[in-house]
């Protein structure tokens, strides 16, 4: 139900629709750019590390690496994007170039993506006429019980109603997919969420200070633009851009908060389809449910119910050509970035510019890498695995991944706050943890999947029909622990509570994340720090409600769900805290979950660390060649990788919606905790880097 995406999700979850055009580079070999590697010697020498350490450890980073002007965020993460964009870049050309009779059915798959989406020519010719069909099909509506048949091939044809949590799938009307049982995950069913937005939240439409309002113009005007494009006069896509705009107001004012959605309790309504019909009498869901192929359950979980009351008003109130507006809208808007020029410029001057900041589009060949990479990726990931996550890389990985787990193992025998019966139970959950490396032990099956060369829009189509199908077959099936929710090459991580897995995509285990070329210092702050982060968010604020089963359970005994909250809520205040570049307020309570796996996953990779060392007959107070100590390296390393530029419009949207803190406070917030960092630095009490009011969880 909730991935806990590590950083990148910053910019993932944002960038679907932050798409551009240029040039296509050269394809060849060179054309790979360089990977950041560890150098400890980047200091800036004129800041007092116990003052601002990521100023000390990044000033100099930040000044040497100016945000690209088609980036909306730049640092490890985005170098590491590009360069495994340009491995996978590489794998698409020369398939698409080999002879069709060569090539094996998922050859064929890769390389027809690549021809079909790199050719802007096709795409300008064929875009809106691929579309013309369904946007005829709902201007051809003769009553609203028609909505239900209209949603249906909207969300079977637009990516993103499947996943209906993350704010990047902007689902049509609300989301719908395929979750565990909250109370039995050996079964998956059905599960309805709040959606209907166009805007990443809630706060974008009810937000009464002038930057919303602004944002809010220039939404009514994509909205407008789309329609024009598609052939409605002026004065027509002008009216019903404000008509659209209403509509989804009125869904934002009914939907759950990203605040209260933190907590799984407040989304957990099971009911059965009568029971959910008499939320939203006026919405056929059986119709929906048929042309969806959603396998049939005796239970559903809905998210939000006051959300589908309110859609319940919507329906009844507008009226059949509002509605018709709304669909229409959704299905433009949905569709825009994998059209022509004219629609993806559009959609690139709402979404990249006015929302993220971004000042030119990514150029063709990153933004169909990145289509293909959502649409196909575990076989586009194959050649990417093969090339670069060699056996060594995982073996050493996964010694990392049982080390790191050892460490938490010892961490919760040693916390004086917790009785012994809640340490039993936080010992069968870790026990049960299934970790998984680098790709999925088995490829997913594509041949259901056609992908043709000739038509870009029709191979997106398709593809999101198919990703659709594929969760809802799992209804009524036992739940599948090895399956992967993210490709091979993501530079990305997660852990899932309902499977309690923890998951590293090949795409994040490279450099400066794991590097084979450094130290053992340098891999644990960053590949161990990644690894700690997704191991403690099993015991975070959300996952700690979750047991070794991935069921909604409370194991802990009230009097230790008092003390962790007590501690909870220390963290949370300390990441509470305005943001004057972006005008608005870090919440803690927002990105409790991931500051407590920033705190916590870094004292499971230095434990980690200094028992391997001790193994070795090493310590961490050795000093290497380069005049430093292992701790004074590991500290360094880590916040090297949180080093970054962000756009200040960027920064805003993600203090608005995101549950990670800014990286800034990933590392001061972070080593202002450790007594460990006041030692490796001499920093003393009353300097900024030591806090007076620690806090700590794990
Ligand atoms: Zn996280």
């Known amino acids: 139900m909730r991935s806990s995406l590590l950083c990148a999700a910053l910019i993932s979850i944002f960038c679907l629709s932050v798409f551009a055009q240029t040039t296509t580079p050269a394809n060849s070999e060179q054309s790979v750019p360089e990977l950041d590697h560890f150098d400890a010697a980047k200091v800036d020498k004129s800041v007092d590390p116990c003052t601002d350490f990521y100023q000390y450890s990044c000033n100099r980073w930040i000044k040497d690496n100016p945000l690209p002007a088609d980036e909306i965020f730049w640092g490890a993460f985005g170098k590491l994007q590009l360069w495994n964009e340009a491995v996978l870049h590489q794998t698409a050309v020369a398939t698409a170039a080999k002879p069709a009779a060569e090539r094996t059915p998922i050859e064929q798959k890769v390389g027809d993506y690549w021809t079909a989406c790199i050719d802007e020519k096709q795409r300008n010719a064929t875009a809106l006429e691929t579309l013309r069909p369904a946007l005829e099909r709902i201007d051809h509506m003769r009553s609203k019980s028609e909505i239900a048949e209209i949603l ?66 220039s939404y009514l005007g994509y909205i407008a633009k789309l329609f024009e494009l598609s052939g409605i006069p002026s004065a027509k896509a002008h009216a019903d851009a404000e008509i659209v705009l209403r509509m989804e107001t009125a869904m934002a004012q009914a939907t759950m908060d990203v605040v209260k959605r933190r907590d799984p309790m407040n989304l957990d309504h099971e009911m059965g389809l009568d029971e959910v019909k008499k939320l939203t009498p006026d919405f056929d869901f059986a119709r929906y449910l048929q042309l969806v192929d959603a396998p049939a359950s005796s239970k559903f979980i809905v998210t939000t119910p006051d959300f589908f009351r309110a859609l319940q008003q919507l329906i009844a109130n507008e009226t059949l050509d509002h509605w018709q507006s709304y669909l229409k809208w959704h299905l433009l808007t949905g569709s825009a970035a994998e059209m022509s020029d004219d629609f993806v410029n559009a959609n690139f001057e709402f ?132 399956q992967w929710g993210m490709t091979p090459p993501s530079v990305n991580a997660y852990e899932d509570p309902q499977t309690n897995t923890i998951n590293f995509p090949a795409g994040i285990l490279q450099p400066p994340f794991f590097d084979p070329a450094k130290d053992d210092s340098v891999n644990y702050a960053a590949a161990g720090a990644v690894i700690g982060h997704e191991t403690i968010h099993g015991f975070d604020d959300q996952g700690r409600k979750f047991d070794e089963n991935g069921n909604l359970r409370d194991w802990w005994t009230p009097s230790d769900a008092q003390a962790y909250e007590k501690r909870g809520d220390c963290i949370a205040d300390q990441y509470t805290e305005f943001v004057p570049e972006a005008g608005v307020k870090q919440d803690g309570r927002l990105t409790q979950g991931e500051n407590t796996a920033d705190n916590g996953g870094i004292h499971l990779a230095l434990s980690a660390l200094e028992s391997d060392l001790k193994a070795k007959g090493e310590s961490l107070d050795a000093v290497g060649e380069d005049g430093l100590t292992a701790l004074q390296r590991f500290f360094l390393a880590y916040a090297d990788i949180w080093c970054s530029n962000v756009r200040p419009e960027m920064m805003r949207t993600l203090l608005l919606m995101n549950p990670h803190p800014l990286d800034k406070y990933r590392v001061n917030n972070v080593v202002s905790n450790m007594p460990e960092f006041a030692k490796a630095f001499g920093c003393h009490k009353g300097q900024a880097m030591v806090r007076a009011n620690a806090c700590r969880v794990w």
């Open 152 to 217: 249906a091939a909207i969300h079977l044809s637009v990516y993103g109603s499947w996943n209906p949590s993350d704010p990047e799938t902007y689902a049509a009307m609300f989301g719908f997919g395929a979750q565990p049982d909250f109370h039995d995950t050996t079964h998956v069913i059905p599960q309805f969420d709040q959606g209907g937005m166009g805007m990443p939240g809630r706060d974008f439409y009810l937000n009464n200070d002038e930057k919303s309002a602004d944002i809010r113009k």
């Open 351 to 482: 979404y990249g510019k006015t929302l993220f900041g971004a000042k030119a589009l990514l150029p063709l060949w990153r933004r169909c890498v990145q289509a293909e990479d959502r649409d196909i990726g575990q076989a586009l990931g194959q050649a990417y695995v093969a090339r670069a996550f060699p056996p060594e890389s995982k073996q050493r990985v996964q010694e990392m991944v049982k080390n790191i787990e050892a460490a938490l193992s010892t961490d919760i025998d040693s916390m004086d706050w917790m009785s012994p019966e809640t340490k039993k139970q936080a010992h069968i959950k870790l026990t049960a943890q299934i970790d998984k490396i680098g790709y999925p032990d088995h490829w997913r099956d594509y041949s259901a999947l056609e992908i043709r060369p000739d038509n870009h829009l029709e191979n997106v189509r398709r593809s999101a029909a198919f990703e659709l199908h594929r969760q809802l077959k799992k209804i009524g099936k036992p739940l599948d622990r090895t």
